[in-house]
């Protein structure tokens, strides 16, 4: 069980063109009622961008919301984390993401793929066990 | 003349309804209240009582009379069916115009061009991230690409949608292609499809915005241009689809459409244009969800209140002006994932609700939308809907087959209670532009799409295949995302940085010149900037250009509101 | 907060003096992790701050705050790009409302803050987490560790709501109240008091139609008022838009500083509510002495203390003499009452004298170095007695006996 004090702190963004940002409101909505602290961007955000705010904002985990295929620069995404100190931060994509595309996220790096039809309750939880994660990792002590 | 009609007899007031009450009461169990997705309680049954004879007349009437409840037209589906219109847009312009004519033989008879979401975000290909490139839509940033969109496609007959957020550059390019194949631009016919900026702010999408006060101004500008040099083309479609899509309910997305459209008239006859000039053409676009009846009667109480609406508010004469007319597209958020074959009766039930509604235009998903961007395969389907509803069905035998149903004519009355009331709402804030600048708009839209999504997630809202009647599926026979070719997409790259290499700079410097200094102008006698977008796409400025100065100038329309 | 003298194991010296160098070095994920400690009350975290607490007072800390939907958000994106194009380094603390239900927030600031891109811009969101006031209660060292970074300019930006106006106007050097125009929702709140502690007024969306009268409005009511010594609160116009009064803006803020000083809050805090002590007692000791206004006033050093035990030192200057030209007996007195307060605070709780006699059976002069030494006499639950001893070289020079009331309170 998580610590019941433990916060997570996520990011909850869009990269690349599509600004469809339904998906990505509702979520931040119900992680905020799941008791998480989400720092949302609007869409359209460069790569550096994401990297710099999960760098200064220190999140345990970004979330990544794509409805017309901008989850083919996740995979940049990923790689530009680590580059930039950032490779601790688990990454979870929502959306819309065809079945051959998911593998590929998969290995990549991303933790987990959500489509339509996953329950909000089920990503709460997959984001409060992941976080919670990162964070022990961070402060092996605390 | 006031006769009585058979559907306003008072007989279910009696004996049976009391006996009827009694049985209902005592059989059916578990009476839960069921609401649509407006709110609006939805009783077990609708009798006479429901409906008030003495108002058929004025609420209800005949087709092709105000206030239109039965239709815009006498002859509604009767005489012309619909337009059927495929948003259609992959790849590179070659692959595009391979894919129209395909739909145009198949049996669509109009263009809806569908341009790639770099194009949609104001950039060129040269801008952005190559892997995004043609995923969703053509890859079309000059004049000579929509000319090679255009191939063999004869612009005074075909009817063509441009989905053309602001600044408008498609058509500014579509013009340029019609001025080359010598047709006469009085003779063009079609929609700006994306033309109203304020709904790409409540619903974000994926829309190139200039900041508000600068998209208040090329659009107003675009609207002006049109009405002088294009008589047959639409320049306004205020679209309620973006907004159900963003997740308003059917009342909501029609309330702040109207409430849209108010503001855009207000604007326009605040710039000395007259009512009668320009409402004529103004077109409508909205979401068909699966939610059946609320969806015909959110149609049918759309076209009441833009009647009433134009005469009183506007003193419009003209019934041309009092027409409600628009395009349908049925709902992609209603598609699923899970058994994406399902997608499929869907579609078919949300046609039919548009249908019985009364569109003027079609628009028929791809089942595999939700999974991809559509496939040809898909594509095809979604066409045969179409044909099959229109001809195998006869669903176009009867005007407004549903009316006078009791609980239609019912929901109808509820519907537009809730419309006006949502309206009246953005009046309170100061109008629809002071409404979207407070976010007030897209709040209000947000808390309804979490309550619907919350309403799934309990099950109080079934989905086949998604929270009901799951099975295990085969993932594998799921289809791949259609992905432009890239040997195509490089060409296509080298085409494009070639072309930008070899034309008169001079030209494009001047005319790029020309319209930082029109956006700088005020008063009355300012340069029309459209005019000037239209110039600088005859000269050779790209898509890219042309939105870059812009953004320079006016500013850049950033989201106004979060969660 | 309780315990003055925290027993948590801070990291080894040497890596948390790294860190501090990282950290002042301008390196964004030392910061960022830093402040994560801070925010979440880590064990490591009161270690680090109090590391930090001597690079504090650089920064100019600017408060806004300002009814919801004021355009505060915007206001402070254009603020901060025109700051940073003036070649400053700008941090941003932007404070949410938690829920106070499930303590989840939504951090949307970002929304309206399209200057995180900027390498000199430095943006942190964070929750409420309940803290009456619109503040985390851990808004105050979240600063510092920006200060201590080396941030010309901090940030800090809350909900308006009543109070919580009034708590960041304890430690800005410089309050910005924003006020939307229009004499609804906006003005009522200004009204209700967070007028007091505006050192600017600002009415944004200047290009919107009533702007005009609030300026005009909220310049009559700060006519009502008394003015305030050594500045006069400007009302200023902008628009995010167009661009208009925010250089204008930024210019003011710069008078403010000038005028008002900026750290204010490193001096306010030396004698307030401190952040808590660190786990060593001799340096805890130091602190405590530190934060003493008067026994800096007096020059008096810090020389070394234990459990009961504190030995302080006086250089006797000109300003320590009497009108005979010797060192002053309240001088003498102050310098032993310093050593017998540290030693009789060194247990955790708040110790308060309450009866102290002292001998100077010798003169001092000029030059001469004291040295106060205090040791405990007895100690029970309530009551306890220290013996000082005031030498010169190894001269006996005064005796000093004090009483203390032990509290059951810990130190602030």
């Not at chain 1, 409805?67 to 959306?95: F, N, Q, S, W, Y």
């Not at chain 3, 939307?180 to 007091?196: V, Y």
């Not at chain 3, 002590?277 to 020059?299: M, Q, T, Y």
């Amino acid at each position: 069980m998580p610590d019941p004090a433990f916060r997570p702190k996520v990011l909850i963004t869009k990269i690349g063109l599509d600004g469809h940002d339904r998906g990505s409101r509702i979520v931040a909505a119900h992680l905020r009622d799941a008791g998480v602290e989400v720092v949302y961007t609007p869409p359209w955000q460069d790569i550096g961008t994401v990297v710099k705010l999960a760098v200064e904002e220190d999140v345990d985990l970004i979330g990544v919301s794509s409805l017309a295929t901008d989850h083919l620069i996740v995979p940049k995404l990923m790689r530009a984390l680590r580059e930039g100190g950032a490779g601790d931060v688990a990454v979870i994509v929502g959306g819309i993401v065809p079945d051959t595309d998911e593998k590929m996220l998969l290995d990549a790096g991303v933790s987990r793929v959500f489509h339509p039809g996953n329950k909000l309750d089920e990503i709460a939880a997959f984001v409060h066990a992941t976080s919670a994660k990162v964070r022990a990792s961070r402060f092996p002590s605390a | 003349m006031n006769k009585p009609l058979p559907h306003a007899i008072p007989a279910s007031t009696g004996e049976a309804n009391v006996r009827w009450s009694a049985e209902y009461a005592a059989q059916i169990g578990d009476d839960r209240e069921v609401r649509n997705r407006s709110g609006i309680p939805i009783k077990p049954l609708y009798t006479p009582l429901d409906v008030d004879p003495a108002r058929f007349d004025a609420e209800i009437g005949f087709p092709g009379q105000p206030p239109y409840t039965r239709g815009i037209y006498p002859t509604m589906h009767r005489g012309r069916t619909w337009t059927q219109r495929q948003l259609i847009g992959l790849g590179t312009p070659a692959t595009y115009n391979a894919r129209l004519r395909d739909i145009l033989d198949q049996g669509g008879n109009a263009v809806s061009l569908i341009p790639c979401n770099s194009v949609f975000r104001g950039y060129d290909m040269d801008e952005v991230d190559a892997e995004l490139l043609g995923t969703c839509g053509v890859v079309c940033n000059s004049a000579d690409h929509m000319a090679a969109c255009l191939d063999g496609v004869d612009l005074a007959r075909t009817s063509c949608a441009m989905n053309d957020p602001s600044p408008f550059t498609l058509l500014a390019f579509m013009l340029d292609t019609a001025k080359r194949n010598g047709v006469p631009w009085n003779a063009i016919t079609g929609t700006s499809n994306q033309s109203d900026y304020l709904s790409h702010f409540v619903a974000n999408h994926m829309f190139f915005r200039l900041a508000l006060a600068g998209a208040r101004r090329v659009l107003t500008d675009h609207i002006a241009w049109c009405g002088e040099h294009l008589p047959r083309w639409n320049p306004l479609s205020v679209v309620g689809q973006h907004m159900q899509q963003a997740g308003a309910t059917p009342a909501e997305a029609l309330g702040f459409t109207f409430a849209s459209a108010i503001q855009y008239a207000d604007d326009c006859v605040a710039a000395g244009m007259s009512p009668d000039a320009i409402l004529p053409r103004f077109t409508f676009f909205f979401d068909i969800s699966i939610s059946f009846f609320e969806e015909i009667a959110k149609f049918r109480a759309g076209r009441r209140i833009w009647a009433r609406l134009t005469r009183e508010r506007y003193g419009a004469r003209d019934p041309r002006s009092w027409r409600f007319k628009f395009h349908g597209q049925t709902s992609g958020v209603d598609l699923t994932r899970q058994q994406p074959l399902n997608n499929i009766a869907r579609v078919t039930a949300q046609a039919i609700a548009g249908i019985f509604g009364g569109l003027q235009s079609l628009h028929t998903d791809a089942y595999d939308e939700a999974l991809s961007c559509p496939t040809q395969f898909g594509a095809r389907i979604a066409v045969a809907t179409q044909n099959i509803l229109r001809e195998e069905a006869h669903l176009t035998d009867v005007i407004d087959p549903l009316g006078g149903s009791y609980y239609v004519e019912r929901l109808t009355d509820e519907m537009e209670a809730k419309v006006l009331a949502v309206m009246a709402d953005v009046e309170a804030e100061g109008g629809m532009y002071r409404a979207v600048e407070s976010g007030y708009v897209q709040r209000r839209i947000g808390d309804s799409a979490r309550t619907f999504q919350e309403r799934i997630d309990s099950g109080e809202q079934t989905v086949v295949g998604v929270n009901r009647y799951a099975i295990d599926e085969d993932a594998s026979a799921r289809p791949a995302l259609a992905k432009p070719d890239p040997a195509l997409m490089d060409a296509h790259r080298a085409d494009f940085a070639r072309f930008k290499a070899q034309r008169s700079q001079d030209d494009v410097a001047r005319a790029l010149a020309a319209l930082v200094r029109a956006t700088g102008e005020t008063g009355p006698t300012r340069t029309n900037l459209f005019g000037a977008i239209v110039a600088a796409a005859a000269a050779g400025c790209t898509h890219g250009e042309i939105c870059g100065t812009l953004r320079r100038e006016l500013g850049f329309g950033h989201p106004l509101v979060a969660v | 907060m309780r315990n003055p003298l925290p027993k948590t194991a801070a990291a080894p010296a040497g890596e948390l003096a790294r860190r501090v160098a990282a950290l002042r070095t301008g390196q964004r994920a030392v910061l960022a992790r830093a402040l994560t400690e801070i925010e979440n009350e880590l064990p490591s975290a009161a270690a680090l701050h109090a590391a930090l607490r001597e690079h504090l007072g650089h920064a100019h800390v600017v408060g806004i705050t300002g009814p919801p939907g004021a355009g505060k958000s915007t206001l402070i994106n254009a603020l901060v790009t025109e700051i940073a194009k003036r070649g400053k380094r700008v941090a941003v603390a932007a404070v949410d409302p938690s829920s106070p239900v499930t303590g989840g927030a939504v951090l949307g600031d970002r929304v309206r803050m399209n200057i995180g891109t900027a390498d000199s811009v430095f943006i942190r969101s964070l929750a409420s987490r309940g803290h009456g006031g619109g503040l985390a209660r851990t808004t105050p060292r979240i600063v510092d560790a920006l200060d201590a970074a080396g941030f010309d300019t901090v940030v800090v930006e809350t909900v308006g709501a009543g109070q919580s106006d009034v708590d960041i106007a304890a430690f800005a050097d410089t309050s910005i109240v924003v006020s939307p125009p229009g004499l609804g929702d906006g003005i009522q709140a200004i009204k209700a008091g967070i007028l007091e502690i505006a050192d600017i007024l600002v009415v944004t969306k200047a290009d919107t139609p009533n702007a005009a009268n609030t300026e005009r409005d909220l310049k009559d009511m700060l006519r009502l008022r008394a003015p305030r010594a050594g500045w006069s609160v400007p009302v200023l116009s902008t628009s995010a838009t167009t661009g208009d009064g925010i250089a204008s803006l930024a210019d003011t803020l710069d008078a403010h500083a000038r005028a008002a000083g900026v750290g204010r809050r490193v001096q306010r805090a030396a004698a307030a509510a401190a952040p808590p002590l660190p786990a060593d007692l001799r340096e805890a000791l130091r602190i405590l002495a530190a934060r003493d206004s008067f026994v800096r006033h007096c020059g008096i050093e810090f020389v070394d203390g234990g459990p009961g035990t504190a030995t302080v030192r006086m250089a006797v200057g000109c300003q320590h003499l009497n009108f005979n030209g010797k060192c002053h007996g309240g001088a003498i007195f102050t310098l032993a009452d310093t050593a017998f307060g540290l030693a009789s605070n060194s247990h955790g709780v708040i110790a308060a004298g309450i009866d102290a006699h002292a001998t100077f059976p010798v003169a001092v002069r000029e030059g001469d170095v004291l040295v106060a030494q205090a040791t405990e006499a007895s100690r029970g639950r309530k009551l306890a007695i220290y013996r000082v001893e005031v030498t010169r070289d190894t001269e006996l020079v005064s005796t000093f006996t004090g009483t203390v009331y032990v509290t059951s309170r810990g130190h602030a």
